[in-house]
Antibody, heavy 121, light 109 residues
Framework: QVHLQESGPGLVKPSETLSLTCTVS????????WSWIRQPAGKGLEWIGR???????NYNPSLESRVTLSVDTSKNQFSLKMISVTAADTAVYYC???????????????WGQGALVTVSS | EIVMTQSPATLSVSPGERATLSCRAS??????LAWYQQKPGQAPRLLIY???TRATGIPARFSGSGSGTEFTLTISSLQSEDFAVYYC???????????FGQGTKLEIK
């Protein structure tokens, strides 16, 4: 059973950069898309972006100008960087796996436990 | 952007009864529709994908149906562990985009 674990600072100052890493264990990072999803306290889920193990990326247009995803296959890790953060970026950030199904990459089957990131001075 | 609307926002049902949750898309999403269950303090858990396929380990009392813009998650006989928030999620092929409904809270009546 694959396991995903988010890691990174829990507190980020406004205007600075949020950085999170997801370590994948129990399986290879290859041949899957990997994604980040966030959830502000008491609110719904927002997709941030996805990355194929080869490096191909797609982003939510609402966040694309501030987000970069990257992958390190040698460490079985993928990462999220979000620049110029504000209090509105305070949320639990989940790393998730996207399997291929019927020729599409349409859902999220494995989730990390989530990492709370608070943006505050 | 495809907008997903779930109804009702809160559903009160007694244990042992059937629960029916709805999800509507602002335009057709084909069969690219999934459902997730989230309990307090936990990550969402995949229940249904491809509109009607149960994920590994999901009990048969959970079923999904629908097509195009109208989708339903049915829980045939509610167990105590089923009371949670449920989200639907769609996938659009191009440009690639995933959006979630706002959630339905299933509470004990």
């Amino acid at each position: 059973q694959v396991h995903l674990q988010e890691s990174g600072p829990g507190l980020v100052k406004p205007s600075e950069t949020l950085s999170l890493t997801c370590t994948v264990s129990g399986g290879s990072i290859s041949s899957y898309y990997w994604s980040w999803i966030r959830q502000p306290a008491g609110k719904g889920l927002e997709w941030i972006g996805r990355m194929y193990f080869s490096g191909n990326t797609n982003y939510n247009p609402s966040l694309e100008s501030r987000v970069t995803l990257s992958v390190d296959t040698s460490k079985n890790q993928f990462s999220l960087k979000m620049i110029s953060v504000t209090a509105a970026d305070t949320a639990v950030y989940y790393c998730v796996r996207i399997p291929r199904y019927s020729g599409t990459y349409s859902y999220f089957d494995q989730w990390g436990q989530g990492a709370l990131v608070t943006v505050s001075s | 952007e495809i907008v997903m609307t779930q109804s009702p926002a809160t559903l009160s049902v007694s244990p042992g009864e059937r629960a029916t949750l709805s999800c509507r898309a602002s335009q057709s999403v084909s069969s690219n529709l999934a459902w997730y269950q989230q309990k307090p303090g936990q990550a969402p858990r995949l229940l249904i994908y491809g509109t009607s396929t149960r994920a590994t380990g999901i009990p048969a009392r959970f079923s999904g149906s629908g097509s195009g813009t109208e989708f339903t998650l049915t829980i045939s006989s509610l167990q105590s562990e089923d009371f949670a928030v449920y989200y639907c999620q769609q996938y659009n092929n191009w440009p690639p985009m995933y959006t979630f409904g706002q959630g339905t809270k299933l509470e004990i009546k």
